[in-house]
């Protein structure tokens, strides 16, 4: 039993601190924000990834990844999500879609895709959730009719992050309303500009790109668009999540707040209340059981234990996200809701803080993880 | 990395659970409450198993071994100090206790003892005798003398750590209990299982008891590697999170198990009052809370971002 990373990952922690600390600028929050500067930062410091084979680190080589171990991905993830995420948008291309390619894809849409992505020359949004299905994805409304050789695609999608700033995105419908649940739905890579696709940005607490809507009307999808086998795309969506179901690595960005917050306090630190002060190492506590929560579900791999081990490693790191955001405003206290650069930590604490209100919700709700924890340790009642 | 307990390690916690179940667990540390001969057979228990030939100081494989074995110790409720007498010295059991209010869990035992705060200063002790209290039923309060020398931090580390290998067996055992109970219990006309508001309730119950049995695997891994600094905050870190989820996966099963769980007919009840002692003591969670604040600005409770960069 040992804890040790592995040297090349320790290496490789290092060398992304120290391209962080050389290319992304002081107080920079990731590419959801008005400033256009922001994504700019992203897309150069994806292209620079790519050159070094970091962008796609996980992937094998032969589809242009770096090869890297699960250990080197796991440091990867909490590097990028403890400094704001300089990957921006592109992650999502990175995590889950170029794997479901690899899966799934025919010979054409690798060539088409899979370089690209590697490249950090596109991004991705991810089609799924409608206005009358969010966690329930096998009851999705969108439909596509067929039309000639392809599909019309006619619906609404909700929620779906980068839609503005994708260039692409796996889309599901429902292509054949009478199957049972399981085979009713169709995956298509389709591109963002084509026609019948509008997207409506959504105010929201979060920020800018983070939520959008993206109106269907007609959209005409061809063969070689569907992504596995038609009627399949349940089965795809849910082994295609399944690629990340660690997750973001959460506790990285809380460890690095509280780090940073507590250098911007110095000695101050010591004049916080006594309440605070024990608030703050239960929290580091959590945050360690959130780590070790996260490793051992990547160390049990294939192994069958290992979906209800990422379930109980994202409800610990989300409850955590939340937990820091209300611990930092408390040390704030009447400056918590300053915002921009120069708010403490640049903003941060109060990007953090709105950001963490969906922790518990986003890519799988906390409520849904804890069925799947209930399902391994009590079995399928209810 | 490597998350799982070895192979042989494993095996021995099998077998030690399966010993220690045979002495009759929480039931038999029931009957030792009235029954002194029950502590001497668990001695013998925990002999035949090998207990007592573990190097807890100087073997990475007897320190493992000891942990799991007080994982069984923890699980079954086994009425013997086996922290205490690993933890040695010159054949003199060592207890950790709060100078303020001096209490050694079995101190009315025959055999030397000696005890130490958790600065590390030693005491000569003076136990009295036990006050048929309900929780800590084996609590005994003692005279200490004036501070009389120093332990080696590392002992103190051990010892916490080592206790809280207990709290994870009772921890785990509770969880188990809880889950049998709600699978087989019917109100309304089915499992208790099928409601969901005690299934989300079980399932927050599950991944406090994961995180801790990751903390505690993650900690007596490294104890020997660490700095001293680091192994006193890890250890600190662990005996704080042991308790505090003890306290949560007890609340959980009492509930859940209704009057039953407060019955010394199941093994709950017993389990949480005899498991209390290693809870409160030596300090309170937040008393170990308030020790680890100079780790933070030390770089002794190590994070991701404390120092040069870590695994």
New interface residues.
């Given amino acids: 039993?040992?804890?040790?990373?592995?040297t090349d990952?320790?290496e490789l922690?290092?060398r992304l601190?120290d391209l962080i600390s050389t290319h992304i600028p002081e107080g920079f929050l990731g590419a959801c924000t008005n400033d256009p500067k922001d994504l700019a930062t992203t897309e150069s410091f994806c292209k620079m990834l790519a050159s070094d084979g970091l962008l796609a680190l996980a992937w094998p080589k032969e589809h242009g990844g770096g090869g890297g171990s699960v250990?080197q991905q796991t440091v990867l993830r909490?590097e990028m999500w403890?400094h704001h995420e300089p990957r921006g948008a592109q992650y999502m291309g990175i995590n889950w879609v170029g794997p479901a390619l690899m899966r799934y894809g025919t010979a054409e849409q690798k060539a088409r895709h899979m370089s690209a992505i590697a490249a950090g020359e596109v991004i991705w949004c991810q089609g799924f959730s409608e206005p009358e299905a969010g966690t329930d994805l096998a009851s999705l409304r969108t439909r596509a009719v067929p039309d000639g050789d392809g599909w019309r695609i006619t619906g609404q999608k909700v929620w779906t992050s980068y839609a503005q700033m994708a260039s692409w995105c796996v889309l599901a419908a429902c292509t054949d309303p009478n199957a049972p649940k399981a085979n009713r739905l169709s995956l298509f890579l389709v591109p963002m500009d084509r026609t019948g696709i509008t997207v409506r940005p959504i105010r929201s607490m979060l920020g800018p790109h983070h939520l959008n809507e993206v109106f269907l009307d007609g959209v005409e999808v061809f063969p070689d668009e569907v992504l596995g086998e038609l009627g399949d795309g349940w089965r795809v969506m849910r082994e295609a999540l399944a690629f990340e179901r660690v997750g973001i690595a959460r506790y990285?960005r809380c460890?690095?707040l509280?780090?940073r917050m507590?250098s911007e306090l110095g000695d101050n630190?010591?004049e916080l209340p006594?309440s605070i002060?024990?608030r703050?190492?239960?929290a580091?506590?959590d945050?360690?059981?959130?780590?070790?929560?996260a490793?051992?579900a990547v160390?049990l791999q294939d192994d069958p234990s290992a979906g209800a081990?990422a379930s109980?490693a994202r409800?610990?790191t989300t409850t955590c996200d939340q937990q820091v955001a209300e611990l930092l405003f408390d040390v704030l206290g009447p400056t918590a809701l300053d915002s921009g650069s120069s708010a403490a930590l640049h903003g941060a604490v109060e990007d953090h803080w709105r950001y963490a209100q969906a922790a518990t919700v986003a890519s799988g709700t906390i409520?849904v993880?804890?069925?799947l924890?209930?399902r391994e340790?009590?079995?399928a009642?209810? | 990395?490597?998350?799982?307990?070895?192979e042989d390690?494993a095996e021995f916690s099998a077998v030690a659970t399966k010993r220690l179940v045979r002495f009759g667990g929480p039931q038999a540390a029931l009957q030792a409450e009235t029954d002194d001969r029950l502590r001497q057979d668990a001695r013998t228990a925990l002999s035949d198993l090998g207990a007592f030939d573990l190097d807890v100081r100087s073997s990475s494989d007897d320190l493992?071994a000891a942990a799991v074995l007080c994982q069984a110790v923890g699980a079954t409720a086994l009425p013997y100090p086996l922290v205490e007498e690993l933890m040695a010295i010159d054949g003199a059991r060592l207890a950790l206790m709060n100078p303020e209010a001096p209490r050694i869990d079995h101190g009315d035992l025959a055999g030397d003892w000696i005890a130490a705060d958790l600065d590390g200063t030693r005491y000569r002790v003076q136990p009295s005798s036990r006050t048929a209290a309900r929780l800590g039923p084996f609590l005994v309060p003692a005279t200490l003398s004036p501070p009389d020398g120093t332990v080696p931090a590392v002992d103190v580390d051990l010892h916490l750590t080592l206790g809280s290998w207990r709290i994870v067996g009772a921890v785990q055992q509770c969880?188990e209990i809880t889950?049998q109970h709600?699978?087989t219990r019917m109100q309304f006309g089915k499992?208790l299982?099928?409601?969901?508001a005690v299934?989300?309730t079980?399932?927050?119950a599950?991944?406090a008891a994961?995180?801790?049995h990751?903390?505690a695997?993650?900690t007596i891994?490294?104890i020997e590697s660490v700095p001293a600094q680091v192994r006193s905050a890890d250890a600190l870190?662990l005996r704080?999170?042991a308790g505090?989820t003890a306290r949560q996966v007890l609340r959980t099963a009492h509930q859940l198990l209704g009057a039953l769980g407060f019955c010394d007919e199941s093994d709950v009840s017993v389990l949480d009052r005899h498991t209390q002692s290693l809870i409160r003591l030596p300090v309170s969670t937040?008393m170990l809370?308030?020790r680890?604040?100079p780790g933070?600005?030390d770089g002794g409770?190590e994070?991701?971002?404390?120092g040069p960069?870590?695994?």
């Avoid at chain 1, 039993?1 to 592995?6: P, R, T, V």
């Avoid at chain 2, 994070?303 to 404390?306: C, D, H, I, K, V």
């Fill in positions: 039993m040992d804890y040790d990373l592995g990952a320790v922690r290092k601190r250990w909490e403890a990285a460890e690095s509280l780090d507590q630190w010591d006594e002060r024990t703050w190492v239960r580091l506590i945050l360690r059981v959130a780590r070790l929560l490793y051992r160390s081990a109980a409800i610990a409520e993880q804890r069925m924890v209930a340790t009590l079995g009642h209810g | 990395m490597k998350t799982a307990l070895p390690i493992l969880l889950r709600v699978v499992p299982a099928e409601f969901q299934r989300f079980v399932a927050d599950a991944v994961r995180g801790l990751e903390l695997k993650y891994s490294r870190i704080l999170k505090e937040e809370a308030m680890l604040l933070i600005r409770f994070t991701l971002f404390s960069v870590s695994a």
